[in-house]
Nanobody, 118 residues
Framework: QEQLVESGGGLVQPGGSLRLSCAAS????????MAWHRQAPGKQRELVAS???????TYAESVKGRFTVSRDNAKNAMYLQMNSLKPEDTAVYYC????????????WGQGTQVTVSS
């Protein structure tokens, strides 16, 4: 059974850093495009960053220069290094894995809370 498990969320002061991890299991292989999304209270879920199997990345404008997405295909894991955090980064962060050849193979984790507050 395919599963994504996020970890690393928490409470951090503005300007601080956090590193999120996403562990994939089951049929989710290295060919999947992996991504981080987030959803703040009262807002729609938005794409934060994505990384393809070959390593190419995309970022939301709001996090460019502050966040870095990476993956370790040997460990079937993805990471999000978040620096210079702002209160507006507060949200539940979700890990997503999508098969680039079969749209129905699209999986989500349960999410991890990130709160940026003094």
């Amino acid at each position: 059974q395919e599963q994504l498990v996020e970890s690393g969320g928490g409470l951090v002061q503005p300007g601080g850093s956090l590193r999120l991890s996403c562990a994939a299991s089951g049929g989710i292989s290295s060919i999947y495009t992996m991504a981080w999304h987030r959803q703040a209270p009262g807002k729609q879920r938005e794409l934060v960053a994505s990384i393809r199997n070959v390593g190419s990345t995309t970022y939301a404008e709001s996090v460019k220069g502050r966040f870095t997405v990476s993956r370790d295909n040997a460990k079937n894991a993805m990471y999000l290094q978040m620096n210079s955090l702002k209160p507006e980064d507060t949200a539940v962060y979700y890990c997503n894995a999508r098969n680039p050849f079969t749209a129905r193979l699209d999986y989500w984790g349960q999410g991890t809370q990130v709160t940026v507050s003094s």
